[in-house]
């Protein structure tokens, strides 16, 4: 059987940015003049919009608020790493740091409110706004807002915005191997975009995510039911996102009739469904609405703390563990090596691969094999096809 290990430098090749082009965006400040916020709660940059969305972006409540607050975080964290250069992940990591520690906050805040009284004196001026109440509406801001902003921001930098058209090509020899193999294979991901797929629905091929209908009690408003994660792979071709995706939510059962059943993590591509996935129970509509539309996906230098308190990450990353053992070639591609409880099972089950096919133009495969194949470009694998 043969397996993929997909890394940020797999999605390149579709114009997605790595790790270094998200985190460049989150420097281009103000993020006032990027951002936007809709009514739905999404927050999204303002290059893909056109004019209406930009309009109705920017009248979300509390949005540039919060964008002065994150400015004076992102530059108190280049400040206190003395650099230039924003890793976002490390910088996820400082956030929730700085969200925590209520005095930082309240300094961010007070500073964000003097700049904002700064920038608009004809609110002082004309009394539509006292300072206390400016004040008041950066204190109003959750700081669930702030982890949510950020991760639909990474989000959309992560959404593929250009047609299929542009980039299919590039993955021929990718579903060369696959063919080669029987669509039998075990695709790991640690990629939140869509763009796997994307390709294996544009060739036509199924593929299973964990995630089934099987079992689910959650419907649109149209009865669809909506899968629902139970760690069940039917088809041959097994893709598994280790660090979740952007089609996937998280669906917390609060009422007073579902509360005991805590929570499920979901997956759809409908707009509506995951914001109005309704809770059927014996005929009944428990609950009709999603509590938090945040796309669910591991971001920050701490991931394996999640994996392990989290039964879906941990039931993928245990299967991770179980299924490379089985691998007769692991091609791996675009993966940079910076997880080290990744590399701890890679580094385990090496030896027992026959041949381990690295693809990266930058880091070499961290391990001795008597069969390795060092490729620059994922176009090189057509001799594999």
């Known amino acids: 059987m043969i397996g993929f290990i997909l890394g940020a430098g797999f999605s390149v090749n579709a114009g997605l940015p790595t790790v270094t082009g998200i985190s460049k965006r989150f420097t281009d400040i103000p993020l006032d003049k990027h951002v936007l916020k809709f009514s739905s709660g999404e927050w999204k940059w303002d290059e893909w919009q056109n ?8 009248l979300g409540g509390g949005r540039m608020q919060l964008c002065m607050v994150m400015d004076l975080v992102i530059q108190c964290f280049l400040s206190e790493h003395q650099t230039k250069t924003l890793q976002y992940e490390e910088f996820y990591e400082y956030l929730k740091r700085i969200l925590h520690d209520r005095s930082k906050m309240d300094s961010f805040i007070h500073q964000a409110n003097h700049k904002y009284l700064d920038d608009h004196p004809y609110l002082l001026r004309y009394n539509l706004l006292d300072e206390n109440q400016s004040l008041q509406v950066f204190n109003n801001i959750p700081a669930s807002e702030f982890h949510s902003s950020f991760f639909h921001l990474i989000a959309d930098l992560l959404d593929i915005h250009v047609p299929t058209q542009d980039f299919i090509n590039n993955y021929d020899p990718f579903i060369g191997i696959l063919k080669r193999s029987g669509f039998n294979a075990e695709i790991f991901s640690l990629n939140h975009d869509l763009l796997v797929e994307i390709i294996l629905d544009y060739h036509g091929i199924p ?3 964990g995630f089934t209908a099987t079992d689910s009690a959650l419907y649109d408003d149209d009865g669809t039911i909506i899968p629902v994660f139970r760690n069940s792979f039917g088809d041959n071709i097994r893709l598994q996102k280790l660090h979740g995706g952007l089609n996937i939510y998280r669906y917390d059962y609060v009422m007073d009739d579902n509360r005991h059943l805590d929570h499920d993590y979901f997956q759809t591509n409908g707009f509506y469904a995951k914001q109005v996935a309704n809770h059927i129970f014996g005929g ?7 509590a938090d539309i945040m796309p669910q996906f591991i971001t920050g230098s701490n991931k394996l703390s ?11 990353h245990e299967r991770f563990r179980a299924k490379l053992k089985e691998l007769s070639e692991l091609y791996i591609i675009g993966y940079s090596y910076g997880d ?6 890679i580094g385990e089950s090496a030896t027992g691969i026959n041949m381990v096919v ?3 133009p930058y880091d070499q495969f961290k391990f001795t094999h008597s069969n390795m194949h060092q490729l620059a470009d994922i176009r090189e694998l057509i001799q594999f096809a």
Request: aromatic share 10%; no cysteine; glycine share 8%.
């Open 51 to 58: 004019a209406t969305g930009i309009h109705n972006g920017k």
């Open 207 to 209: 593929f299973s995510t």
């Open 284 to 290: 009944k509509k428990v609950q009709n609405f999603t």
């Open 340 to 345: 080290t409880y990744l590399n701890e099972i």
């Open 358 to 360: 690295n693809v990266n």
């Open 306 to 316: 999640v994996i392990r308190s989290d039964g879906m990450y941990n039931s993928l």
